[in-house]
């Protein structure tokens, strides 16, 4: 297939998987307000949503207060933010017009429905009065946009990469979203007791949003643990937004796409998955939490770069 | 001034759109406005949109579709067929002409300035052999009927990167999914094979020594105005759809960057125009098109549809000509009307022409999609007098034409159902034989009284029948 037609496929999918790991993120923030807690809890976690997005400049440019409102405004609505799910499902909708032809009808129309709908959802302001409910919306459509590529399109080179952008760029915000705690401190367990009561309440808001607080208790049959969900967001390979089974998503659709240059990108998507499936917790917490999410991060990005010049780019001719 | 109804003959029903108009009568004005939004909001939620010249805000516009169709008989349509098909034969007949033997020049038929020194004539292409002999591989003939006498009339050839099949397609899906009843009722010629024709006749212009050849679809990218249409297109075929810097050349050859290396590519419909295809070749500034393509192109490891250099044949300056050519290549008559021309670049007609500004259509001779046209009876005198400055500082630029009482249809508008002015694209596709889908792109001037029916001047479009 076409280099840029697989590039548009790959960004197609990662800004999609983003637009739902940014609306899942914002809804635990959501949740926890309604917690009781200090006005000083409150900013914390804003400011923690835009560290762990790499967005704190970016937000300190143009607002000068940080309130709830600008933050989810810059988040949600903001065009100017690359990183809004506005942003994100505009510009998956414009990868895959620039390749709509690759998708099958029924994926496209999804795509670009999507991306219509949301706009005039910000129009009728169901930001404010709703939001809730738009976030719940916005994880539903990225649900709905894999269910009708998985229902509707040929497994070709065009799924995987469609899917090697998904599992990616999932592997990239989970960590992120398990980061925004660890950012401040990176032994939970240690802390106050005070502090621990708040925090399990955080990590079941945590755990919901990733969809995965059923699949706790199913695993653990015990109580709700910072090391615990750690280890399920991780290390768990059953866990699917895990990040050992994004890897493994990863390294699945690279060898459904090897060719003679990709050897080096799937050694080193193969070294990350394998350090994950041989690793444990108290490994990491010797490391560090924080400090191990961010050499994932840092590598997660790397690894991208390899799939952009193994199969994406164009040579300049 | 009476007015062709394509629907009514003097108050009663034509018999073709008898049935028709019997179904239509028994729909509620509200099931009409109802069925209207729906096929907005399904072309919208399809992305059949537009983006038109000079809007830089990018927003995309739909197309007014209207949901009254026009209907053409079978004997209509069978003049049509014939009169079509003679055209293109002709068409091409003349390009391969005026790039090898110069026959038609050469016996006085066409003055040969009017040829060799017309910009649109591409000197590289003298002497190349292109796959068949053919150049229009695919065709858009802008057809009207005469609101007075009623006959059909050739408006214009589009021979370079004819465009508005998607809609014919689209627009009968859309018919189709709204109301199924009709079709059940009538015998309307189908036309989805279009694609699986086009496909063919590309696959038939493949370099030779290509038995399976890789066929593109080359695109300017997706803030073109067609854009729709070169994915749509690309899609039906199930062929790659690819932008200029898709491609290279490599030993005279072209091939696309593939997530799996080089691919070669073997046959290119391509919807850029000539000036952008090559940036060795012509526009240096043109990031569109593909370094070298020209080189590969004369040396035949690649074929272009259409070929290049077809511009020289479909020019307004050219036009006054083509009956004299079918004549000339067919030794036949022509079976469709040409509109009455002045060449302005004649004393007599510019001074004919001058004097009757009122009354007729000027066109620029390179013109295309409604600009720079002046429509004598519908522009005010303020208007008509900067044309004429315009046309006198440079008449050679200028053709004149009566101005034809486009025939009108049965148009679904905001006051309900009145009569619009329309006109017919049918698209004919040359190969090793000449085909057509029964059917064509029927374009209607939405405003009151309006003989402008280009989209991008508020132009909307209906489906097209021809009954069996």
Same mark, same amino acid.
């Given at each position: 297939m076409l280099s840029r037609t697989a590039d548009h496929l790959f960004w197609m999918a990662r800004y999609m998987e983003r637009a739902e790991n940014t609306a899942r993120m914002l809804d635990i923030n959501l949740k926890e307000r309604l917690l009781p807690g200090s006005g000083d809890s409150e900013a914390r976690g804003l400011r923690a949503m835009l560290r762990i997005s790499e967005l704190e400049p970016a937000f300190d440019a143009r607002h000068k207060a940080m309130t709830r409102e600008s933050v989810l405004n810059f988040l949600v609505a903001d065009p100017d933010n690359p990183s809004s799910i506005y942003s994100c499902l505009l510009a998956a909708r414009e990868n895959a017009r620039a390749v709509r032809g690759t998708l099958t009808t029924e994926w496209w129309e999804t795509l670009n429905d999507t991306w219509l709908q949301f706009a005039g959802q910000l129009r009728g302001d169901e930001l404010s009065a709703h939001p809730d409910t738009l976030f719940e919306w916005v994880k539903f459509r990225s649900h709905l946009s894999r269910g009708v590529m998985l229902g509707t399109a040929l497994q070709d080179d065009a799924l995987f990469f469609t899917q090697l952008g998904t599992f990616l760029e999932r592997a990239d915000n989970t960590a992120r979203i398990l980061d925004v705690r660890f950012v401040e401190v990176d032994d939970p367990d240690s802390r106050s007791a005070a502090r621990q009561l708040e925090d399990f309440y955080y990590w079941t808001s945590i755990l919901s949003s990733v969809s995965a607080l059923e699949i706790y208790r199913k695993v653990y049959r015990d109580v709700v643990t910072p090391a615990r969900v750690v280890e399920l967001l991780i290390l768990n390979q059953q866990m699917p937004r895990s990040l050992l089974a994004s890897l493994d998503g990863v390294c699945t659709n690279l060898a459904l796409l090897t060719t003679g240059t990709s050897r080096e990108v799937e050694r080193t998507a193969g070294k990350l998955r394998a350090e994950l499936l041989y690793s444990d917790l108290r490994q990491i917490f010797s490391i560090g939490v924080h400090t191990f999410l961010t050499q994932f991060l840092a590598r997660v990005y790397e690894l991208g770069n390899q799939v952009a010049s193994a199969y994406l780019m164009l040579p300049v001719g | 001034m009476p007015v062709h109804d394509e629907m009514r003959d003097e108050g009663a029903v034509r018999p073709h759109y008898e049935r028709f108009q019997h179904w239509l009568g028994r729909q509620g004005g509200e099931t009409m406005t109802r069925k209207r939004a729906e096929a907005d909001l399904l072309f919208r939620r399809v992305g059949i949109t537009f983006a038109v010249n000079g809007d830089l805000s990018g927003t995309e516009r739909l197309i007014p579709f209207d949901l009254i169709p026009r209907i053409i008989p079978a004997d209509e349509w069978t003049l049509l067929d014939s009169g079509l098909r003679q055209r293109v034969k002709a068409l091409n007949l003349f390009l391969h002409d005026v790039y090898h033997e110069r026959n038609i020049v050469r016996a006085g038929v066409i003055p040969a300035e009017q040829v060799y020194t017309n910009a649109q004539y591409r000197p590289e292409m003298q002497g190349i052999d292109v796959p068949l002999g053919v150049y229009a591989l695919v065709a858009g003939i802008d057809i009207v009927r005469d609101g007075r006498d009623g006959a059909f009339y050739v408006l214009e050839d589009n021979l370079r990167v004819p465009s508005g099949v998607s809609y014919m397609l689209e627009n009968r899906k859309m018919m189709m999914r709204l109301f199924p009843d009709l079709f059940v009722q009538h015998r309307i010629a189908p036309v989805a094979h279009y694609p699986d024709l086009l496909l063919d006749t590309l696959r038939s212009v493949a370099p030779t020594g290509v038995d399976e050849p890789n066929v593109v679809v080359l695109t300017p990218g997706m803030y073109n105005s067609a854009y729709f249409e070169h994915t749509f297109l690309a899609q039906q075929m199930g062929v790659e759809l690819v932008e200029g810097t898709d491609l290279f050349v490599e030993d005279n050859y072209v091939f696309m960057r593939t997530t799996q290396g080089p691919r070669r590519v073997d046959v290119i419909y391509r919807r850029i125009d000539d000036d952008f295809l090559d940036p060795l070749a012509f526009r240096a500034d043109s990031a569109l098109g593909v370094p070298g393509l020209l080189t590969a192109y004369r040396a035949g490891r690649v074929s272009l549809a259409n070929a290049m250099g077809t511009g020289v044949a479909d020019d307004k300056s050219i036009y006054p000509y083509v009956p004299d050519m079918i004549r000339f290549y067919l030794g036949e008559q022509p079976i469709l009307n040409n509109v009455p021309t002045w060449q302005c670049r004649k004393p007599d007609d510019l001074a004919y022409t001058l004097a009757h500004l009122p009354e007729l259509v000027v066109k620029e001779v390179h013109g295309a999609g409604g600009y720079g046209m002046l429509v004598g009876p519908a522009a005010t005198r303020g208007e008509i007098e900067a044309f004429r400055t315009r046309l006198l500082a440079r008449p050679s630029n200028y053709i004149s034409q009566p101005t034809l009482a486009l025939s009108a249809c049965p148009t679904f508008v905001d006051a309900g159902i009145a009569p619009r002015h329309i006109d017919l694209r049918p698209f004919v596709l040359s190969g090793r034989t000449v085909r057509m889908v029964a059917g064509g792109l029927t374009r209607v001037? /939405?405003?009151?009284?309006? /003989?402008v029916v280009n989209s991008s001047q508020g132009g909307g479009t209906k489906d097209t029948w021809v009954l069996e």
């Amino acid at each position: 297939m076409l280099s840029r037609t697989a590039d548009h496929l790959f960004w197609m999918a990662r800004y999609m998987e983003r637009a739902e790991n940014t609306a899942r993120m914002l809804d635990i923030n959501l949740k926890e307000r309604l917690l009781p807690g200090s006005g000083d809890s409150e900013a914390r976690g804003l400011r923690a949503m835009l560290r762990i997005s790499e967005l704190e400049p970016a937000f300190d440019a143009r607002h000068k207060a940080m309130t709830r409102e600008s933050v989810l405004n810059f988040l949600v609505a903001d065009p100017d933010n690359p990183s809004s799910i506005y942003s994100c499902l505009l510009a998956a909708r414009e990868n895959a017009r620039a390749v709509r032809g690759t998708l099958t009808t029924e994926w496209w129309e999804t795509l670009n429905d999507t991306w219509l709908q949301f706009a005039g959802q910000l129009r009728g302001d169901e930001l404010s009065a709703h939001p809730d409910t738009l976030f719940e919306w916005v994880k539903f459509r990225s649900h709905l946009s894999r269910g009708v590529m998985l229902g509707t399109a040929l497994q070709d080179d065009a799924l995987f990469f469609t899917q090697l952008g998904t599992f990616l760029e999932r592997a990239d915000n989970t960590a992120r979203i398990l980061d925004v705690r660890f950012v401040e401190v990176d032994d939970p367990d240690s802390r106050s007791a005070a502090r621990q009561l708040e925090d399990f309440y955080y990590w079941t808001s945590i755990l919901s949003s990733v969809s995965a607080l059923e699949i706790y208790r199913k695993v653990y049959r015990d109580v709700v643990t910072p090391a615990r969900v750690v280890e399920l967001l991780i290390l768990n390979q059953q866990m699917p937004r895990s990040l050992l089974a994004s890897l493994d998503g990863v390294c699945t659709n690279l060898a459904l796409l090897t060719t003679g240059t990709s050897r080096e990108v799937e050694r080193t998507a193969g070294k990350l998955r394998a350090e994950l499936l041989y690793s444990d917790l108290r490994q990491i917490f010797s490391i560090g939490v924080h400090t191990f999410l961010t050499q994932f991060l840092a590598r997660v990005y790397e690894l991208g770069n390899q799939v952009a010049s193994a199969y994406l780019m164009l040579p300049v001719g | 001034m009476p007015v062709h109804d394509e629907m009514r003959d003097e108050g009663a029903v034509r018999p073709h759109y008898e049935r028709f108009q019997h179904w239509l009568g028994r729909q509620g004005g509200e099931t009409m406005t109802r069925k209207r939004a729906e096929a907005d909001l399904l072309f919208r939620r399809v992305g059949i949109t537009f983006a038109v010249n000079g809007d830089l805000s990018g927003t995309e516009r739909l197309i007014p579709f209207d949901l009254i169709p026009r209907i053409i008989p079978a004997d209509e349509w069978t003049l049509l067929d014939s009169g079509l098909r003679q055209r293109v034969k002709a068409l091409n007949l003349f390009l391969h002409d005026v790039y090898h033997e110069r026959n038609i020049v050469r016996a006085g038929v066409i003055p040969a300035e009017q040829v060799y020194t017309n910009a649109q004539y591409r000197p590289e292409m003298q002497g190349i052999d292109v796959p068949l002999g053919v150049y229009a591989l695919v065709a858009g003939i802008d057809i009207v009927r005469d609101g007075r006498d009623g006959a059909f009339y050739v408006l214009e050839d589009n021979l370079r990167v004819p465009s508005g099949v998607s809609y014919m397609l689209e627009n009968r899906k859309m018919m189709m999914r709204l109301f199924p009843d009709l079709f059940v009722q009538h015998r309307i010629a189908p036309v989805a094979h279009y694609p699986d024709l086009l496909l063919d006749t590309l696959r038939s212009v493949a370099p030779t020594g290509v038995d399976e050849p890789n066929v593109v679809v080359l695109t300017p990218g997706m803030y073109n105005s067609a854009y729709f249409e070169h994915t749509f297109l690309a899609q039906q075929m199930g062929v790659e759809l690819v932008e200029g810097t898709d491609l290279f050349v490599e030993d005279n050859y072209v091939f696309m960057r593939t997530t799996q290396g080089p691919r070669r590519v073997d046959v290119i419909y391509r919807r850029i125009d000539d000036d952008f295809l090559d940036p060795l070749a012509f526009r240096a500034d043109s990031a569109l098109g593909v370094p070298g393509l020209l080189t590969a192109y004369r040396a035949g490891r690649v074929s272009l549809a259409n070929a290049m250099g077809t511009g020289v044949a479909d020019d307004k300056s050219i036009y006054p000509y083509v009956p004299d050519m079918i004549r000339f290549y067919l030794g036949e008559q022509p079976i469709l009307n040409n509109v009455p021309t002045w060449q302005c670049r004649k004393p007599d007609d510019l001074a004919y022409t001058l004097a009757h500004l009122p009354e007729l259509v000027v066109k620029e001779v390179h013109g295309a999609g409604g600009y720079g046209m002046l429509v004598g009876p519908a522009a005010t005198r303020g208007e008509i007098e900067a044309f004429r400055t315009r046309l006198l500082a440079r008449p050679s630029n200028y053709i004149s034409q009566p101005t034809l009482a486009l025939s009108a249809c049965p148009t679904f508008v905001d006051a309900g159902i009145a009569p619009r002015h329309i006109d017919l694209r049918p698209f004919v596709l040359s190969g090793r034989t000449v085909r057509m889908v029964a059917g064509g792109l029927t374009r209607v001037a /939405l405003k009151e009284g309006s /003989l402008v029916v280009n989209s991008s001047q508020g132009g909307g479009t209906k489906d097209t029948w021809v009954l069996e």
